[in-house]
């Protein structure tokens, strides 16, 4: 059974870079079945896709989010990471990562989710 | 960029009763739309994709139906478990993903 285990800091200060990584158990995500995407939740905006990656580091970003994410693969650790540059306070959320079905594009399985404050 | 719009924003319901959502989608996305549930504290849950396709695993009371820049979300008899959030979810032609804003069903 395939799980996702978001990590990283639940604390981040405005202006800084918000860094996290999900990594895959029970299964490879070196898959070209699969891409690997980033969805974040708050109240204000409601579910928000931030961008999606393949373990062959082929990526596509949310236009609005574009200037400030980078997506990164690493398969010898069957994970994948999201940095986020220059937060502020409208960047809190709750961030998922998800496996991304390459057939119907449809997000299939989902990590738990962590919660990540922007604040000083 | 497509905007999704899904009505009701809430609604009340009983068990047993039929309930229908719809979404709406600024452009025709032929049948590049997802359905989601979420309950709280959980992550999103497919239901539905390709508008019409019942995910493995899913009750068959749950059914979506439309293409182009309509659909439809149906669960035939509520059950108690489904009290919940559901959200449509479409990709454009450049694999750019919205969400819906969501609809709350919870307990008439």
């Known amino acids: 059974q395939l799980q996702l285990q978001e990590s990283g800091p639940g604390l981040v200060k405005p202006s800084e870079t918000l860094s996290l990584t999900c990594t895959v158990f029970g299964g490879s995500i070196s898959s070209s079945s699969y891409y690997w995407g980033w969805i974040r939740q708050s109240p204000g905006k409601g579910l928000e896709w931030i961008g999606s990656i393949s373990y062959t580091e082929n990526t596509y970003y949310n236009p609005s989010l574009k200037s400030r994410v980078t997506l990164s693969v690493d398969t010898s650790k069957n994970q994948f990471s999201l940095k986020l540059i220059s937060v502020t306070a409208a960047d809190t959320a709750v961030f998922y990562c998800?496996?991304?079905?390459?057939?119907?594009?449809?997000?299939?399985?989902w990590g738990q989710g962590t919660r990540v404050i922007v604040s000083s | 960029d497509i905007q999704m719009t899904q009505s009701p924003a809430s609604l009340s319901a009983s068990v047993g009763d039929r309930v229908t959502i719809t979404c709406q989608a600024s452009q025709d996305i032929r049948n590049r739309l997802n359905w989601f549930q979420q309950k709280p504290g959980q992550p999103p849950k497919l239901l539905i994709y390709?508008?019409?396709s019942l995910e493995t695993g899913v009750p068959s009371r749950f059914s979506g139906s439309g293409s182009g820049t309509d659909f439809t979300f149906t669960i035939a008899s509520l059950q108690p478990e489904d009290f919940a959030t559901y959200y449509c979810q479409q990709y454009d032609n450049l694999l750019r993903f919205t969400f819906g804003p969501g609809t709350k069903v919870d307990i008439k």
């Open positions: 998800a496996r991304q079905r390459v057939w119907g594009q449809a997000f299939d399985i």
């Open positions: 390709h508008a019409s």
